[in-house]
């Protein structure tokens, strides 16, 4: 995240059963960027912070998959997100 609130990007991301790959729900600049975080923040969804990562993500058309060269960055943040869930609930994983 950048700490100029008017250079503050944001890209959220979806994933739903028997979808291929994520995809780009919401993405935007400087007060869209903020109320996206800030919605994320408010339901305790992880964001995560790479500048490299965004750029990729804000050239995703909205509602579009992310592409096939994304697939390995995103599933190793998220078996990461999973196995912190795993340790917060206790579980192994």
Do not use: C
Not at 56 to 79: K, R
């Amino acid at each position: 995240m950048n700490k100029n609130p008017a250079l503050q990007q944001a890209v959220a991301l979806a994933y739903e059963t028997g979808d291929f790959a994520p995809r780009v729900i919401a993405k935007g600049k400087g007060l869209v960027a903020e109320q996206i975080i800030a919605r994320a923040k408010e339901h305790n969804v992880f964001v995560h912070e790479s500048r490299e990562l965004l750029a990729l993500l804000m050239q995703v058309d909205l509602d579009d998959h992310i592409p096939a060269g994304l697939y390995q960055a995103i599933a190793e943040i998220l078996a990461w997100l999973y196995r912190l869930e795993q340790e917060k609930s206790g579980e192994s994983a």
